[in-house]
């Protein structure tokens, strides 16, 4: 039998990556493993964003790790801390000698005869191949290098300066000037709060109004917690709190989306008073249905009443020299745009992965538990909760895979894959979301079915007492030998 150059192949040294190599560390010390980051420095997203006000969109008791508590007073954070906070653990564990930095993974394809992945890097040296028993996609599911192009008409006859979240430029002087950020999502809601102070003027130009919620930064109840417990039990503690609260507003918003509409209508125009206008906070879609703007210490409505920022809905016919030409006929005059209208969903990092040479067409098949793909073996993939912190699936699909790898170990089988039942599977809906992100690309990803396991669930805690009171071995994840390829064999559901 072929041997390995290690058991498992991690890509991507953000949270989902890190989250994967503590638990192989605590749960699989038997197990050899690389992390493959393909930028020069670990963080992922936190490393990546770097515009203005870059923080957390909800609380670091969640988003932080369950297995290394978040120390500081605020719950919501800003990028850097959140990315010394990723270097630490880091560090603390050992971990910076596994990640191999500015090595990006092109092609993965699964010999069966082998049970290994070859997984095709490019290196500083050139390219390679690796051989790996497991594929961990800790890749996120959007796109590093092309965010969404919303063909914003006439942007190149702006004789100002265009910036993107995504590749903020470090140069960018907005001192004095009047600044439009065409977006109404959780990236201009940071910005705009974020440039007021420095800028002459910073209007949020938006086509839909998004449901908005204040928050303060710090959580009293998770700082109390740490003055009176233990570090390790008053996160755990906090962390649970946060979580049982916060799935109990979200089912309430969903069971009564009028009652939940109304509520934070109530909310908004008591930040706001006068400055309340019911156009620019009232969007056509009920709470939930798209995420929620956190609104940390209320900065956003303060900038609004402070005359610093302002709000425009209206819709873009085109860019001109000096600004943008709306549909109503006026031109929103501007000297920098900035365009925070939205990400590009991408699966698994655009690696080209095959079995056998075959190319796995990832909408044609469906998640298994959340985290693996039908009939793809020895690969988990990581795609965080729409309505809950992404470090959440992270966790558990890392503490999933470790389960399942010393499953492989007890039973004596190399390779891991999930067959749908032989009459197949009835297609649900795959999200309870109509987040324009999503919809644009849907056809890119595996579907779902509208129970367990076969699900891509968004209730954390249904996934919880799911992982708990089920076995690895549920009767749906086959363990296969090597001596055909699992994609041929018949399933053995040992």
């Known amino acids: 039998m072929t041997s390995p150059d290690t058991d498992v192949v991690i890509v991507g040294a953000g949270i989902a990556g890190i989250s994967m190599a503590a638990h192989l560390q605590d749960q699989c010390p038997d197990r050899t493993f690389f992390v493959l980051e393909k930028r020069n420095r670990l963080g992922g997203t936190w490393d990546l964003f770097r515009y203005p006000g870059v923080r957390s969109d909800s609380d670091m ?6 297995f290394e508590p978040w120390d500081s007073d605020d719950a919501i954070a800003p990028g850097g801390d959140i990315l010394d906070y990723l270097g630490n653990v880091v560090a603390k564990r050992g971990l910076d000698s596994r990640i191999r930095y500015n090595t990006a993974v ?11 992945w070859h997984v095709t890097i490019d290196t500083p040296k050139g390219w390679e191949t690796l051989r790996a028993r497991w594929l961990y996609m800790a890749t996120g599911y959007y796109d590093y290098e092309q965010p969404y192009d919303a063909k914003i008409a006439g942007l190149e006859d702006f004789e100002g300066q265009v910036a993107h979240p995504q590749f903020w430029p470090e140069d960018l002087d907005y001192s004095g000037k009047h600044v439009v950020v065409i977006g109404s999502g959780a990236t201009a809601v940071t910005i705009v709060p974020a440039m007021a102070d420095a800028a002459g003027h910073v209007t949020m130009l938006q086509r839909t109004p998004t449901w908005m919620a204040s928050k303060p930064s710090r959580d009293k109840v998770s700082n109390f917690l740490r003055r009176v417990l233990p570090r390790k039990p008053a996160y755990w503690l906090s962390r649970k709190v946060n979580t049982l609260i916060f799935a109990a507003m979200y089912k309430a918003a969903r069971k009564n989306p009028e009652a939940a509409a109304n509520k934070l209508t109530s909310m908004t125009r008591k930040e706001l008073g006068e400055h309340y206008k019911a156009k620019d906070f009232t969007p056509p879609y009920n709470p939930w249905e798209q995420r929620l703007c956190l609104v940390p210490d209320s900065d956003f409505f303060k900038a609004i009443k ?15 020299a000096k600004g943008i030409r709306l549909d109503d006929g006026s ?6 745009i900035v365009t925070a209208t939205g990400l590009q969903l991408s699966l698994g990092g655009k690696i080209d992965v095959t079995l056998e040479g075959k190319p796995v067409t990832w909408g044609q098949e469906f998640f298994y538990r959340g985290c693996m793909i039908s009939n793809v073996p020895n690969l988990t993939f990581v795609f965080g909760y729409l309505n809950n912190s992404f470090t959440l699936r992270a966790d558990n699909t890392s503490a999933y895979t470790c389960r399942v ?16 039942p032989a009459d197949g599977l009835v297609e649900g809906p795959l999200f309870p979301f109509s987040s324009g992100y999503l919809m644009r690309e849907i056809h890119q990803v595996p579907k779902s079915t509208d129970s367990l396991p076969w699900r891509l669930n ?6 919880c007492r799911d992982f708990r009171r089920n076995p690895v071995a549920d009767g749906n994840l086959s363990f296969e030998d090597t001596a055909q390829s699992p994609v041929e064999q018949k399933a053995d559901l040992a």
């Not at 402070?306 to 860019?319: L, P």
């Not at 968004?458 to 996934?463: E, F, K, S």
Request: proline share 5%; net charge negative.
């Open 405 to 420: 790898l010393n499953h492989l170990k007890t039973v004596g089988r190399p390779v891991a894959v999930p067959r749908p």
């Open 61 to 66: 008791q969640t988003l932080g790790f369950s």
């Open 106 to 116: 092109s092609a993965a394809d699964w010999h069966g005869d082998e049970g290994l």
């Open 306 to 320: 402070q005359g610093k920022a302002s709000i425009r809905t209206a819709h873009v016919d085109k860019v001109e």
């Open 331 to 336: 031109l929103l005059e501007a000297d920098i």
């Open 458 to 463: 968004h209730d954390y805690l249904a996934d």
